[in-house]
């Protein structure tokens, strides 16, 4: 029986970029998708109907965090992920190495895997290939990914040379201890940011790429310029049949400008974690929320939004739940940002069947030319 397929339905003729569709066991995921974060088994502040309301196709969470609390057992007793947590789409799970090497301040790195301390209560533990895919199988993800390591910016190319080398042989592993038919492994590509480990990490990835292909190491504080510049250099190597997944990237910018590069998929907390400080994205730029400008703002947050927090609520209103650390505030600023950004897609992806995806770049970046909009840089 085949779990999973990827069926390319166009490419836009003037960028190249991609439109198409994955098939999975517990659903179809329309490409390009921005797939929000729920590390601990929920996206923060939102309630799951309200994500399927607003476009959510598939969510991620973490192995990391779901093998410390609650413990994969108990979820695998509870039937898996999806039943434990009421989710009837797909569901990605990360391998827990970003988290171990960036979270926990005690770590080791071996050839047999990762040695660390729990940053909850200093218990030691240990992450082999052969552990996460055990982890992952029993989550039971549709999408897994295998047991990485992502080299920190600013690594030597000797540093760098290793870790890629390293996150090969732990490749090698994940795919011989993988045993469950009904779950995708990705493998990742690393390499830093080094021309040449990139594209040999690329071309050992590739055999195992057989349901999709992951690009991490990227979006670790390295200029985006250079992470565009990444993405040109591997695209021609990048495998057509299955779908591209750019790792912890989701500003609207990185967006747009991982899709004009040939990105399928893309995942980041940013949508949430900007909403729970305050900051709303819109169709006319980013706005504070907080901000005193808003006191006496009676107009909705984004007039070209329809989300439950555009058709109800005011800045004004918005601006008093913040200030006064009302969780209201980030709950609808959250569902408002992933909305915002299911809805970017959704025009990026009609965007390519018209192969005009270059003209819908432009005409969104030229709606942020004012200070508000800094995080937006031009085409």
Not at 69 to 85: T, W
Not at 87 to 102: A, C, M, N, R, Y
Not at 184 to 200: E, H, T
Not at 272 to 292: D, E, F, P, Y
Request: aromatic content about 10%.
């Amino acid at each position: 029986m085949q779990y999973f397929s990827f069926e390319l339905q166009h490419t836009d003729k003037h960028t190249g970029a991609r439109a198409g569709v994955f098939h999975t066991p517990h659903g179809d995921i329309l490409t390009p998708v921005y797939m929000p974060v729920g590390t601990q088994a929920t996206v923060k502040g939102v309630y799951p109907r309200d994500l399927k309301e607003a476009g959510s196709q598939i969510i991620l969470s973490n192995t990391y965090h779901l093998y410390l609390r609650p413990g994969d057992g108990l979820v695998k007793k509870a039937g898996g992920l999806h039943k434990f947590m009421n989710w009837d789409k797909p569901i990605l799970t990360d391998s827990g190495g970003f988290q171990v090497f960036s979270l926990t301040k005690l770590n080791k790195i071996r050839e047999e895997g990762v040695y660390f301390n729990s940053h909850i209560d200093g218990s030691k533990h240990l992450f082999t290939p052969e552990k996460v895919i055990e982890i992952e199988e029993n989550l039971g993800a549709d999408i897994i990914m295998q047991l990485d390591q992502c080299s920190e910016y600013g690594y030597t190319h000797e540093q760098a040379e290793r870790a890629a080398d390293l996150t090969y042989s732990w490749l090698e592993r994940c795919a011989a201890a993988k045993s469950r038919d009904d779950q995708a492994l990705f493998p990742i590509v690393q390499g830093n940011m080094y021309d040449d480990l990139r594209l040999k990490s690329l071309r050992r990835a590739k055999p195992f790429a057989v349901n999709g292909i992951a690009i991490g190491g990227l979006s670790v504080g390295e200029p985006k310029s250079r992470m565009y510049e990444i993405l040109e250099l591997l695209r021609p190597e990048l495998p057509e049949g299955v779908p591209r997944y750019l790792m912890g990237v989701g500003s609207p910018d990185c967006l747009i400008e991982g899709v004009l590069r040939g990105i399928d998929m893309f995942d980041c907390v940013l949508a949430t974690r900007i909403a729970r400080n305050g900051t709303a994205l819109t169709s006319r730029g980013k706005i504070v929320a907080r901000n005193a400008a808003f006191y006496e703002d009676l107009s909705p947050l984004d007039p070209d939004c329809g989300c439950y927090c555009c058709k109800n609520y005011t800045k004004a209103y918005l601006r008093h739940l913040i200030n006064v650390d009302e969780m209201l505030g980030a709950m609808l600023l959250s569902l408002h940002n992933i909305t915002f950004l299911h809805g970017l897609m959704k025009g990026m992806r009609e965007a390519i069947f018209a192969d005009s995806l270059t003209d819908f770049a432009r005409e969104f970046y030229s709606r942020y030319g004012s200070e508000q909009t800094d995080i937006f840089p031009p085409v």
